[in-house]
């Protein structure tokens, strides 16, 4: 009787050590053999005869006990030798440094990173969006009383830039009064601090987000797809991301390990509705385009930390050729659309420059690295700082886009309370060149007057790409932006306006309505055109 008791005990505490912990039921896998030793022992200790001997309290086994004493030995080294014979760094430091797959060596950054739109650009990072979201839920007092805002993740919906969260039950009672979900997400757009919306219906239904990273029972995200025919399998990132439609799901990455019992590496997704729990799963080439991150940030950054760590194998005392990168990852968007994460890298023990950039598809694990050396992100963010010093203003992640052909880091001056004060751009390639403004025009434009006045410093063997153009002014006037005098003026024969600071030409000042002029520019999409040189031919001081 004591033994049937003892059993069922420990059978119940078994279910619900692995309904709490969810250990993957995989041989490459040992976090459930760990359980099963503490069951063991677990059983073992409750079906024991206790006996005093000496004054001594003793424990005398059976025969099926002294058996499972003897299964011990041999869980322990299967959890604890065998994974070191088979996955020590060690022994297989090549296998870690190939698991990134082949890294290609691309030519020009710059035909990888999207070119800058003026409204296309991120100006809201994560820290803002949380700022703009809490303020949206906490317009609500009811809504605010039963949720919270869910961690933010950035994503294309169609066309457009949004942060996406989802809300979240505040409690066990809160779930429990609400246990159909709660009422919606919220999007911020990235490119639109003004772009804030509280998405609660859809299709003219109310959403519910039932399903949960922190809801309880088998309304958890990751319990509902374990108990769900994934106990087997390795799911890993459950991140929250809505489709074109913006119907919200949750996306797990499905991994498997590569090397014995480690190098953890992406094979697919498994897409669980929010609102209904539907399971999906979706090979990596089959996953729906609205997917943004299959490849886990940890995963990418592990691959590339050992692709540059194992260049020369193991025993590399000297750190010869060795890389690391510079700051965690960061999400952007290439000229072709797609997700990429991108981090700079650096030759071990250099923490300002960097030697190459890395862009790696978030989908596919493509990966490109670029031999150019560069301001890291660090640098560039402090460079940015230290032209508005007195503000006290700190800059966000940068982001890198292309202006003019030329990789720039684009990131906001945000105040203590973590508001966008400022806009700064940064020359990648050096990161003495900075502009900044009050709006993201005035920061393009006067980065692009430091950039032009600095000749090609950048790119010394750059093709000269700019427009030139001899013609007469037709409205000239000047504004005062942070301290510098600028030019506006007009000419015959072109819609745009063109403008450049008296630090390019002397000559700006003292041109007026008539003059013959000559200029040049690069080839700009916006109404606002900044020149790279100007020469007033009727003045005849030649530059």
Avoid: C
Avoid at 85 to 98: K, L
Avoid at 177 to 206: C, F, I, P
Avoid at 391 to 397: E, G, I, P
């Amino acid at each position: 009787m004591k033994r049937t008791v003892a059993a069922i005990f420990v059978l119940l505490t078994g279910f619900l050590i692995f309904y709490l912990a969810l250990p993957v039921i995989n041989y490459r896998f040992t976090g459930f053999a760990v359980i099963l030793i503490f069951l063991i022992l677990l059983l073992n200790l409750l079906t024991a005869k206790a006996y005093t001997s000496n004054n001594k309290l003793k424990f005398k086994f059976g025969s099926l006990q002294k058996i499972l004493f003897r299964i011990i030995p041999i869980l322990l080294i299967y959890v604890m030798v065998v994974p070191f014979v088979t996955s020590a760094p060690i022994f297989y430091n090549q296998s870690y440094r190939e698991l990134i797959g082949e890294v290609k060596t691309g030519n020009e950054m710059a035909n990888h990173i999207a070119p800058i739109a003026i409204n296309k650009v991120r100006v809201v990072d994560e820290e803002l969006a949380s700022l703009l979201g809490e303020k949206i839920i906490g317009s609500d007092p009811a809504l605010g009383s039963k949720s919270e805002l869910g961690e933010f993740f950035i994503q294309k919906v169609g066309d457009d830039l949004f942060w996406v969260a989802p809300l979240l039950h505040s409690g066990f009672f809160k779930w429990l009064n609400n246990t159909e979900g709660t009422d919606g997400y919220v999007m911020v757009s990235a490119t639109n601090e003004r772009d804030v919306r509280l998405v609660q219906h859809l299709d003219g239904k109310d959403i519910k987000i039932k399903y949960q990273p922190e809801a309880f029972f088998g309304s958890r995200v990751d319990r509902h797809a374990y108990f769900n025919g994934y106990a087997s399998t390795g799911l890993t990132n459950f991140t929250f991301e809505v489709d074109d439609e913006g119907k919200p799901f949750w996306v797990a990455t499905k991994y498997e390990k590569k090397v014995g019992f480690s190098g953890n590496d992406a094979d697919g997704v498994v897409v669980i509705d929010a609102q209904t729990g539907d399971l999906k799963e979706y090979s990596i080439a089959d996953a729906p385009a609205w997917i943004d991150r299959i490849q886990p940030i940890s995963f990418v950054i592990d691959q590339l930390s050992d692709w540059g760590e194992y260049v020369h194998g193991y025993w590399n005392w000297s750190n010869e050729d060795k890389l690391m990168i510079t700051e965690d990852l960061t999400l952007v968007y290439g000229k072709d659309g797609r997700p990429y994460w991108y981090t700079g890298v650096s030759s071990v023990g250099k923490d300002e420059s960097a030697v190459g950039f890395v862009l790696v598809d978030t989908r596919t694990k493509e990966t490109t690295f670029y031999k150019q050396s560069g301001a890291t992100e660090y640098a560039a963010q402090k460079s940015a700082e230290g032209k508005v010093q007195e503000k006290r203003y700190h800059a966000s992640l940068p982001v890198p886009y292309t202006i003019n052909g030329i990789p720039t880091y684009v990131m906001t001056l945000k105040d203590g309370g973590g508001l966008v004060k400022m806009y700064a751009m940064v020359a990648i390639g050096d990161y003495t060149i900075v502009g900044v403004g009050n709006t993201m025009s005035e920061a393009l434009m006067a980065y692009k007057n430091v950039y032009n006045m600095s000749g090609n410093r950048i790119n010394p063997d750059a093709v000269d790409t700019r427009t030139n153009l001899s013609t007469t002014v037709t409205r000239i006037q000047s504004d005062i932006k942070n301290g510098n005098s600028f030019y506006y003026f007009t000419v015959n024969g072109s819609p745009k306006i063109f403008i450049g600071s008296s630090q390019l030409s002397n000559e700006l000042p003292v041109t007026k309505e008539g003059d013959s002029i000559s200029i040049s520019f690069d080839n700009d999409v916006e109404d606002v055109i900044n020149v790279s040189t100007f020469d007033n031919l009727k003045l005849g001081i030649k530059k």
